[in-house]
């Protein structure tokens, strides 16, 4: 298994955060790591992520997991669970601001031959946040 994290406490309510989140069209005005997302968000659908980290290139998932304004799930990967990517965005609410988290999970027997080629998400997943963060507070 691989994984990436990253969290913050976001000065705004679940709402507006998970409205910031679903309007992927706009992602890449605040995701500087974002070329842009094709498709609607929502329980079940198909999307296609395009990042700069890899140019070019489509990263089909479906919308697996849709709890409004507390959980979402991004699933893609290979056939038969060869290898697997999930990536997950939580929302709790703290009263006054959001404890938000971001994370991604690889597995799969494939993991093992795939995983070196599986860039550094560490930067990434915390400028997310972060772009996340300011636009939602802004």
Same mark, same amino acid.
């Given at each position: 298994?691989?994984?990436?994290?990253?969290?913050?406490?976001?000065?705004?309510?679940?709402?507006?955060?998970?409205?910031?989140?679903?309007?992927?069209?706009?992602?890449?005005?605040?995701?500087?790591?974002?070329?842009?997302?094709?498709?609607?968000?929502?329980?079940?659908?198909?999307?296609?992520?395009? /990042?700069?980290?890899?140019?070019?290139?489509?990263?089909?998932?479906?919308?697996?997991?849709?709890?409004?304004?507390?959980?979402? /799930?991004?699933?893609?990967?290979?056939?038969?669970?060869?290898?697997?990517?999930?990536?997950?965005?939580?929302?709790?609410?703290?009263?006054?601001?959001?404890?938000?988290?971001?994370?991604?999970?690889?597995?799969?027997?494939?993991?093992?031959?795939?995983?070196?080629?599986?860039?550094?998400?560490?930067?990434?997943?915390?400028?997310?946040?972060?772009?996340?963060?300011?636009?939602?507070?802004?």
């Amino acid at each position: 298994m691989k994984e990436y994290k990253a969290s913050a406490t976001i000065h705004a309510s679940p709402e507006k955060i998970w409205s910031i989140l679903t309007d992927v069209a706009a992602w890449p005005e605040w995701d500087p790591y974002c070329d842009r997302i094709e498709g609607r968000v929502a329980p079940g659908e198909k999307i296609k992520a395009f /990042t700069k980290l890899s140019p070019g290139r489509a990263f089909p998932v479906k919308v697996s997991e849709y709890v409004l304004n507390e959980r979402m /799930t991004w699933s893609g990967g290979m056939p038969f669970g060869l290898f697997k990517g999930e990536r997950t965005f939580t929302l709790t609410s703290q009263g006054e601001s959001t404890e938000f988290a971001l994370r991604e999970v690889f597995s799969g027997p494939m993991l093992a031959l795939i995983g070196g080629s599986i860039p550094d998400m560490t930067e990434p997943f915390e400028k997310f946040v972060e772009g996340l963060k300011k636009r939602a507070e802004g």
